[in-house]
């Protein structure tokens, strides 16, 4: 919202400079955008009288002039009168005609911002031309370049053009965001209100805003039948004709209060409607009367509030065509659509330089509704703007009034045609003002602040607040506020206007006391925060992605997409889908890692990681809302050549020694079971599966069968999805699963004072035999075995398969034996393996 | 799959059988035949290009799934035992082993959170994660925002085909937060809650706008709770954080679930308020959102706003993080790209 400085200045006073009110406003009523410096653009251009003006001797379309500018302009050269030459194009330009002159060294302000075009003495077909007459489009107040712009005669030449019209001002644009609940200050006059409270001044609303103006000048007599069909999404619908407009540009003067706000002129009757909205607030329409009498083919105008029939067209003023949607509020005729109520209005019954007489329209819509038409049609307008912050009613009738006030003025012969209609709903009628009572004390508690009743008082009353002293009672006060101040509903309400008007950087800073009970840790941060640590120092590189992934994802990896849940606003189709498993999102970004510059080099391998939840629809708590299932995903890749170099055997057992060496660090014993016999019931656990290749992946579990997650080789459909290499293995942990499980970390056990015996054993079973089954049965006969005093650690095994028995394995296990009450003897040792392996024997194992 | 197009099926029935013959299935995609279909199209009255057009596409993706297949058979890998945790006849050298620590690094957010939640738990703040789904009530309702409120529309926010939300604030955890330490106000007698998680706005790309962001929120509701206790805390945080003394002040804004609302900015901790690029040569950076929690939101968890009041705020980890590193596009955090991510260990 832009703030005119010289306009809030007619109606308050604003002492202090232009940066101590920014800044004010800035702590004080929202964010300065901007401030613009318009007095700068005009600098040097001034009124001037043409004196003379002859046809050019060498052009037929131009006039040779000289003009008096009281002697304002240096360094020009001037005939014997004091008088300046200056060539013109102009078709308007006239003797006597007051004019704005550009002399020389001046910018064109219309050409400020894009290429500046600095204006010089240079002869036009050889006159000499000291500067330039302009037009409002060259001074950047409207598009209208067909003539020069002419100022009333009163101005006398040699004043600053700037000064004449009000550019000597400063616009301060306060972002909108910050008045969503504030839909008064979206007018000069509600700001000016505000500006004035910041400054601790008193305000006081013109004579014309508390009661309507009521003697205004008759005309001629119009028929006007209103009508409003929808009271509960209009609550007050105003209207009134005036007869004998003469439709033509405003005066410089209006032109220049619009185009320092931003608004573009139009014409007279649009641009009081435009004027008294950046003024209250309060959009307002101005209708041909006459078309729409026309469009009802009778002599009387109508103005129906209602719902458009089904199918029902519209053309609008900016040139498209609607069909409404069945909710939207419109205002027709008789017969036809004319407007959509509070958004825009229609094109056919719009005012234009033929139009004699005007139906003016002053009315309130439903907040809710008219920003629901404005999205459904994508139709954005300054009308919408206000009402979608919800304007009172309560001031149409003055703002109305006020509205055919000016246009009488600018239209001599213009006349109030009827009388004003006001339809009004109950709710719009009440005028009951409740109130809020609020004590010194809860308003000082809230702020911090120790201001007495009565500065609490004040503050409120500058800006218009009525203060009724509670009877007898001398810590409370009840606030009524103007009607205006929709926003006010609750003591906390109040707090904040008294906080803000005082100054909140007035405000004393303390901390907060509290006990000093220590805050609880949270369980599973921590424990996110351990995994990240852990996987950091084994070299792994932790990586963020999206939570959204395209819908392709899943064919390609072979998930369900029915399970997916699915934006419905989706940037792109990239991000269409939350995703159902995260290894993809890390699969994602191997290739053009392996690509990149970093990594290559000798060792073009990398481990990522990812903790972020997934999600699949086969998944909702008790509350109905989807669980986020949380995952830590970890992948493993290297190009060939440096896995080749580096690494024997399958890539899997590199995802697997990441694992193996996580759940050590965490001190989880784990399992796996051959990814092939997995069959998962639930969408989301076979969402997680899914990317993997199921002949070369296992799934993880505790020694006690929790389930932990997923870990292998990547199917090849996979692969070639994301251009994987064929070094790439990973896993997906399920991390609340695995924090239970690590919780139940068995911890210590007392050192022994005898020494160790380090034993190996080599079994040799069918390669049918998977490792799982014999390490299992080699533990349980050690379980069985060892007596309570003895221990004995498997330590990684050995496997081996030679070239001429491809069909058998060599596993070895390496066994740590001791016992916390004797040194072991050899004997002990050997009958132990001895019954491993004969444990082994049913597993159709030998031993060598 | 059957053409409708002689030509078509015939070559395709060709180029079928050919197929099982080739020692390198992927020749078969670069077919004479095939050449000779595209080559007919131009040929063709305009009108029958379209259809055949589209059978032979249609034809080249069979062939490619077909290729595709048989390379997964050709290069079928040799059986491992997944239940191993080795491979068999791996020499010493060449087992798998973890890659050098000093390559490794965690994500500069989640630094960057950890930090941020370490000072706060020290302040006496329990730490919360947030979500990346929820439902309204959580995102708007319980957070005072009238249904249709325009307000609504300030927050960009992504909705599922099924009604639910990918949060734009992490202040959809605050109705849950204060119900679940709303006990304290008994025992302790406040509630100090930190949120640092990741949240998402409808935004498209570029070097200043993330989609996919993180944010950490604040919230503390005691008896006699007032601005000057938020802006106290805030203040305390930012100057421990940056290890220097900062100035703050405010600007007054709207959100609905404070009461009053503010944007609060500090000083700028890379020049002292001398002016520099961080800072846009203002001195102030604008950090966050912050206000008293509205007494609705209060109530809303059970929490009766006429015996206790709270203040809450909401700021971007993304940006804290840009500006301490000096990190030139926001989508470097989004990536995945091992260049951006190695350089923080």
């Known amino acids: 919202m832009k703030v005119s400085l010289n306009w809030i200045k007619e109606y308050t006073s604003v002492k202090v400079s232009i940066d101590d009110l920014v800044q004010k406003i800035g702590a004080q009523l929202g964010e300065v955008e901007e401030v613009t410096d318009l007095g700068k653009r005009y600098e040097g251009i001034v009124v001037a009288k043409v004196v003379t003006c002859e046809k050019h001797p060498n052009a037929d379309k131009l006039h ?64 000499m031309s000291n500067g330039m007459l302009a037009s409002a489009s060259e001074l950047d107040i409207s598009d209208d370049h067909s003539g020069i712009v002419t100022l009333e005669s009163t101005i006398k030449p040699g004043t600053s053009f700037a000064q004449a ?21 979206f007018g000069e006059l509600g700001l000016a209100r505000e500006i004035a409270g910041i400054q601790h001044q008193k305000f006081e609303s013109p004579n014309w805003y508390r009661k309507a103006v009521t003697e205004q000048r008759q005309g001629k007599k119009l028929s006007l039948k209103v009508k409003n069909e929808l009271p509960a999404l209009s609550p007050r619908f105003m209207a009134v004709a005036v007869s004998d407009v003469t439709v033509k540009p405003s005066p410089v003067w209006l032109q220049a209060y619009l185009s320092r706000v931003g608004i573009r002129p139009i014409n007279n009757i649009v641009d009081v409607t435009n004027y008294i909205m950046m003024l209250t607030g309060q959009p307002l329409h101005a209708y041909d009367h006459d078309r729409l009498c026309e469009q009802d083919g009778t002599s009387a105008a109508t103005l129906v509030v209602r719902h458009p029939a089904k199918g029902e067209e519209l053309k609008l003023l900016n040139g498209k065509t609607i069909t409404p949607r069945r909710e939207a509020i419109m205002i027709a005729s008789a017969k036809k659509l004319v407007g959509v109520g509070g958004v825009i209005g229609g094109a056919d019954t719009e005012v234009s330089e033929t139009t004699k007489n005007i139906v003016i329209e002053c009315a309130s819509f439903d907040m809710y509704s008219v920003r629901k038409t404005s999205m459904e049609h994508g139709i954005f307008t300054d009308a919408v703007t206000r009402f979608n912050k919800g304007q009172s009613s309560k001031q149409n009738d003055v703002v109305l009034a006020h509205a055919v006030e000016m246009i009488l003025d600018l239209c001599p012969d213009a006349g109030i045609a009827g009388s004003y209609h006001d339809l009004k709903s109950a709710k719009a009628q009440d005028n009951a003002t409740k109130g809020v009572t609020v004590s010194s004390d809860f308003v000082n508690e809230r702020l911090g602040s120790k201001l007495s009743l009565k500065e609490m008082a004040t503050l409120l009353e500058n800006v218009e607040f009525k203060i009724v002293s509670v009877p007898a009672d001398k810590t409370r006060l009840h606030v009524i506020p103007p009607f205006w101040r929709t926003d006010i509903e609750i003591p906390e309400d109040v707090v904040e206007e008294i906080g803000r008007l005082y100054g909140y950087d007035k405000l004393p800073l303390l901390l907060p006391t509290r006990g000093i009970e220590p805050a609880p840790h949270n369980s599973l941060l921590d424990f996110q925060n351990t995994l990240r640590t852990l996987l950091a120092r084994a070299g792994a590189n932790e990586v963020l992605t999206y939570t959204f992934v395209h819908g392709n994802l899943f064919e390609k990896v072979g998930q369900d997409p029915q399970n997916a849940y699915q934006l419905s606003n989706a940037l792109s189709p990239e991000l269409q889908y939350y995703r159902q498993s995260l290894a993809p999102s890390l699969l994602d970004k191997v290739h053009s890692n392996l690509k990149s510059d970093i990594v290559r080099g000798d060792d073009n391998e990398f481990v990522i990681f990812e903790i972020n939840p997934v999600f699949g629809k086969d998944l909702k708590d008790k509350d109905r809302l989807p669980v986020e299932d949380l995952r830590l995903a970890v992948v493993f890749a290297a190009d060939e050549k440096t896995y080749t170099r580096k690494y024997e055997g399958a890539a899997y057992y590199m995802a697997r020694h990441y694992a193996d060496s996580l759940f050590d660090f965490l001190g989880i014993s784990t399992k796996y079971k051959p990814a092939t016999e997995h069959h998962p019931d639930q969408p989301i656990s076979r ?162 | ?109 989640m630094k960057e959170i950890e930090v941020i939640s370490d000072i706060f738990y020290r302040m006496g703040f329990a730490v919360e994660g947030s979500r990346q789904i929820d439902d309204e009530y959580h995102m708007f309702d319980s957070l005072n925002f009238p249904a249709g409120h325009p307000a609504r529309d300030d927050y960009d926010t992504f909705v599922t085909t099924d009604g639910f939300i990918a949060p734009a604030h992490t202040s959809t955890m605050q109705n849950r937060v204060l119900k679940k330490y709303r006990p304290n106000l008994d025992s302790s007698g406040s509630i100090a809650v930190l949120i640092p998680d990741r949240v998402f706005r409808n935004e498209d790309l570029d070097a200043r706008h993330e989609h996919t962001f993180y944010q950490f929120e604040g919230i503390f509701v005691g008896k006699g709770i007032n601005v000057g206790h938020l802006l106290a805390t805030l203040k305390t945080f930012l100057s421990a954080y940056y290890e220097q003394d900062l100035e703050v002040k405010t600007q007054p804004f709207y959100f609905p679930f404070t009461e009053p609302s503010f944007e609060f900015a500090m000083s700028c901790p890379f020049c002292q308020k001398n002016g520099c690029n961080v800072c846009s040569y203002s001195g102030w950076i604008e950090l966050l959102g912050c206000g008293l929690i509205h007494p609705n939101v209060l109530s809303m968890a059970g929490i009766d706003p006429k015996e206790y009041t709270g203040f809450a705020w909401g700021g971007g980890v993304d940006r804290l993080v840009m500006m301490k590193y000096g990190i030139e596009d926001v989508r470097h955090f989004e990536s995945g790209k091992l260049e951006f991510l190695r350089q923080f260990k």
């Not at chain 1, 002399?103 to 240079?122: I, N, Q």
């Not at chain 1, 616009?171 to 910050?178: F, G, H, P, R, Y």
């Not at chain 1, 379980?783 to 050995?798: A, I, K, N, W």
């Not at chain 2, 290729?67 to 491979?87: E, G």
């Open chain 1, 165 to 185: 019209v009000g550019f000597d001002d400063y616009i301060i644009d306060i972002e909108n965001k910050m008045f969503t609940h504030r839909p008064d200050l």
């Open chain 2, 1 to 109: 799959m059957s053409y409708k197009n002689k030509k078509v099926a015939d070559v395709a029935e060709v180029l079928k059988t050919r197929l099982d013959q080739l020692e390198d299935p992927t020749t078969i995609l670069r077919a004479a035949e095939l050449r000779g279909l595209y080559a007919e199209i131009p040929l063709l009255p305009a009108e029958d290009r379209r259809d055949f057009g589209q059978e032979i596409n249609h034809l080249k993706r069979e062939l490619e799934e077909l290729v595709n297949k048989k390379q997964d058979t050709l290069q079928a890998l040799p059986l491992i035992d997944v239940t191993a945790p080795i491979d068999s006849n791996v020499s010493d050298a060449k087992r798998p082993r973890l890659l050098a620590s000093s390559q490794g690094s965690r994500h500069p957010l």
């Open chain 1, 687 to 848: 969402a997680a599966i899914a990317p993997f290749d199921v002949d070369r992946a296992a799934i993880i579990t505790s020694t006690t069968d929790e389930f932990l997650g997923e870990i292998g080789e990547f199917s090849a459909p996979t692969r070639r999805a994301f251009k994987l290499p064929p070094a790439t293995a990973g896993f997906e942990l399920d991390v609340r699963q695995l924090m239970r499980v690590a919780a139940q970390n068995p911890g210590y056990t007392p050192l022994s004072r005898f020494p160790k015996v380090v034993q190996d054993i080599t079994l040799r079973v069918k390669n049918e035999v998977s490792y799982q089954e014999l390490h299992s049965t080699v533990q349980a006969a050690l379980h069985d075995l060892v007596q309570d005093s003895m221990m004995v650690v498997v330590g990684e095994p050995r496997i081996y398969r030679s070239e001429e028995d491809t069909h058998h394995k060599h596993v070895t296990f390496r066994l740590w034996v001791s016992d916390s009450t004797r040194t072991l003897k050899a004997e002990v040792v050997n009958s132990l393996l001895d019954s491993v392996a004969t444990a082994s024997e049913s597993l159709g194992a030998e031993r060598v």
């Open chain 1, 64 to 127: 040779v002039c000289t003009i008096d500018d009281g002697g304002a302009a240096k360094h020009v050269t001037r005939n014997a009168k004091g008088h300046v030459q200056v060539v013109c194009g102009a078709p308007n330009v006239a003797v006597g005609l007051h004019v704005a002159w550009l002399p020389p060294g001046v910018t064109v302000p219309s050409t400020v911002e894009k290429d500046p075009f600095v204006l010089e003495a240079r002869e036009i077909r050889g006159e």
